[in-house]
């Protein structure tokens, strides 16, 4: 079998169809699953186990014999759980071959061969009778197939199916029942991820304000979820609009209906201010009675003591479609809709004198459309995209480095992905200045400005003297920024695209940024190091097959490479200064030759080193630098200030390096080099 998978090519700024093997997409899919992730939440693993005894004896208690359907069996951890809580046969199903075999392989290592049967199928497909799958229905119905959003991975549909065809009437379900809470909060920073705020331009002759055209005012956005780790979103903000209220909850045990539906809830604002965004998160009762809980709540709802960090579950952040403005007190109702997969909210005024009766009646009519960008700019631009062209810090360092480049008889061309900077710099008042956008993904924000602005259609290399009306170019301007991106220096599209555009440049052109440079420090994850960790014994059971397995896919093919990690959500301590450790000029073209460098780094902290994290910084103009990623950090403890908008390069060591003698400072050596031929950067750390 081929498969086609797409990759960001840096040199090109598009994403490729690369044909792989078969194996290459099953090892990206064990590598980067979130498999050890779940293996290391102890608080998950934990209260399924509890779920689990309690489900097994309830049955025996009954006087039945205890048979297990274990959909998405994974690892095979929870049908293990049940097998040595004295279940007395457990079907274990898997529909992705790799993981199916490894089932197989970690249940013979533990010994219970005799009382699981692993089915590598989907749950959907397997046949139950004297010659199916399975002899019989299953009584106890065990299942882990949620994700943050806790319907996105299927499970209503897997679930409906099951109780129709694959358990009995009346079966115990581990987890017995899940439900979805949510709160309506303002929050000024979160609600810049959907929507462009005015952007204030300070010009020579007094402040110009940028507004962003109606239709994407009132765009309802993407419908796609947004999940993040809430409790790195400190308190200051966003303000609770409202308390933490049940929007709708899901009996596993009983027969399960899939279809789309509405759900609505009374709400009655504690506080008075504009609602925006509905926070969400869910947790799930292992049992009927509800006392074994595992809760997804984020910090402010429950004790830290209590929080366990985990990555493959976080909480969901929904837009609402419009900003409401609210009052305390007032009834508010607030709707979630949801097909087999995904959910998103809206918010309604009750009517004058509506009552309890009344509300029946209007559920039909707010039923809501999912929703679906009519602007375009929520395509173009992703939901950090949107913070970061909100951020007025950053909008300022831009503008500061225009004014100085600026002339009044300037020709710019500007190569960035849907950017404001055209249109900014026009703001800033040089009227006389003729500014080109060049490239396919831009947004016709230009309103009113086509005669100053002009999109050129063409890939870089295809550009001609006709496209810039015979001019040459004498400002090259980028943030720079592409939607292709993944990791940091991508972006170093720019620099391949000014190298093809060269003929077009005057000799004495400005670009800006000049230069960009990569950074880099050897930090210690608070949390993050779990993902690459192997866990070996789970609750008990040997799941080293799982941690070799992982290893192997590491190496595959990833091995010399780092991935991305928005660091604001992921803590981290540095144990090292930041170093600069390659230049890339733009005032020149992309070199020939490999850029390469070897060092080392001193640890200057005690901890445990997991990896090295790099980032880009762009210098936009003498003394004006923006970076991608460290904005801060304390020297006394050397906890990290991320850029909130970019995700930075996090390249895991293969083992941890403990540093605890400061008197004797541990040195890593690197070797970095960046191949012009594929823009991509390779390395290697040495203790
Ligand atoms: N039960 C394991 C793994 C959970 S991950 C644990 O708790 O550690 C969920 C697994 O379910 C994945 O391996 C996925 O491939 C599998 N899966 C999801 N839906 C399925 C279905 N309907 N039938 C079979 N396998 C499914």
């Known amino acids: 079998m081929k498969t086609f998978c797409g990759r960001a090519n840096p040199t090109t700024g598009s994403m490729e169809w690369l044909e792989e093997g078969e194996d290459y997409d099953y090892h990206q899919e064990i590598a980067r699953s979130r498999y050890a992730d779940m293996l290391h939440d102890k608080d998950r693993n934990v209260k399924y186990y509890q779920g689990i005894r309690a489900a097994v004896s309830r049955v025996k208690e009954r006087g039945e014999k205890a048979i297990v359907l274990d959909i998405g069996t994974g690892t095979g951890l929870l049908s293990m759980m049940a097998a040595s809580a004295g279940a007395d046969f457990c079907y274990a199903i898997e529909v992705f071959k790799p993981m199916a075999n490894a089932a197989v392989k970690i249940v013979e290592k533990n ?4 009382k699981i049967k692993v089915i590598n199928k989907h749950s959907t497909e397997v046949t139950v009778g004297p010659d199916g799958d399975m002899q019989c229905r299953a009584n106890i119905l065990v299942t882990e197939l949620f994700d943050t959003e806790l ?18 009437e009346g079966c115990e379900a581990v987890p017995h029942r899940a439900t979805v809470y949510v709160q309506l909060v303002e929050s000024k920073r979160m609600w810049s991820w959907k929507k462009l705020f005015p952007v204030h331009v300070e010009a020579e002759d007094g402040e110009k304000i940028l507004v962003p055209p109606s239709e994407m005012e009132n765009c309802p956005g993407v419908p796609s979820v947004c999940d993040i780790q809430l409790n790195q979103m400190p308190s200051s903000d966003f303000t609770a609009l409202s308390d933490v209220v049940t929007m709708f909850s899901v009996d596993f ?19 008075s201010g504009k609602a925006q965004i509905v926070l969400s998160w869910w947790d799930i009762d292992m049992d009927p009675s509800g006392m074994i809980n595992c809760t997804m709540a984020p910090y402010w709802v429950k004790p830290t003591s209590a929080l366990q960090w985990r990555d ?9 479609p419009n900003e409401e403005p609210v009052l305390q007190g007032e009834k508010l109702y607030l709707t979630a809709c949801r097909d087999q997969y995904s959910v998103w909210y809206n918010l309604q005024k009750a009517r004058e004198g509506e009552d309890k009766a009344d509300e029946e009646e209007h559920k039909a009519d707010v039923r809501v459309e999912s929703p679906v960008c009519r602007c375009r700019a929520h395509l173009l631009w992703n939901r950090p995209r949107f913070g970061e062209l909100n951020d007025q810090n950053r909008t300022r360092q831009y503008i500061k480095a225009l004014r100085k480049v600026l002339k009044t008889d300037s020709v710019c061309l500007c190569i960035s992905d849907g950017s404001l900077l055209p249109v900014l710099a026009h703001y800033l008042g040089a009227k006389q200045v003729q500014y080109f956008i060049l490239f396919f993904r831009t947004l016709h924000f230009t309103n009113n400005l086509e005669d100053k602005i002009k999109i050129i259609e063409a890939r870089p290399e295809l550009l001609k003297p006709s496209h810039l009306e015979d001019k040459k170019i004498s400002i090259l301007v980028g943030e720079p920024f592409f939607t292709t991106s993944l990791l940091p220096w991508h972006n170093l599209y720019f620099w391949y695209a000014r190298t093809a555009v060269s003929t077009h440049l005057a000799s004495n052109v400005t670009v ?20 690459r960790s192997p866990c070996g014994i789970c609750e008990g059971f040997d799941v080293q097959t799982m941690d070799d397995m992982i290893k192997d896919s590491l190496n595959f093919r990833e091995s010399k490479e780092a991935e991305p990690h928005p660091l604001w959500e992921y803590p981290c301590k540095s144990l090292s200064d930041p170093q600069g450790v390659l230049t890339f000029d733009f005032t020149k073209t992309v070199p020939q030759h490999c850029l390469s460098t070897e060092g080392s780094v001193t640890l200057l902290r005690k901890g445990k080193s997991h990896g090295a994290v790099l980032w880009m910084e762009y210098h ?22 991320w850029n909130p908008h970019c995700k930075q390069a996090v390249y895991f060591f293969s083992s941890v390096i403990e540093s605890e003698i400061l008197s004797d400072p541990t040195a890593v050596t690197y070797a970095i080099n960046f191949d012009p031929k594929t823009g991509e950067i390779a390395m290697d750390f040495k203790l």
């Open 151 to 168: 319907i996105g991975e299927g499970a209503l549909p897997t679930y409906e199916h099951a109780h129709k065809y694959l358990v009995q």
């Open 512 to 531: 800006l940024p000049q230069s960009a440079s990569l950074h880099m420090m050897i930090v210690e994850f608070q949390d993050l190091w779990r993902i």
């Open 620 to 641: 936009l103009a003498a003394d004006i630098s923006v970076s991608t990623g460290l904005m801060q950090m304390s020297n006394e403890k050397g906890n990290c200030e």
């Open 253 to 271: 045990s009983k027969p399960v209906q899939s279809a789309s539906t509405c759900y609505r809830v009374q709400l009655e604002p504690v506080k």
């Open 312 to 320: 493959h579950w976080m909480q969901c952040v929904y837009f609402l």
């Open 111 to 114: 010994g219970f061969s005799d």
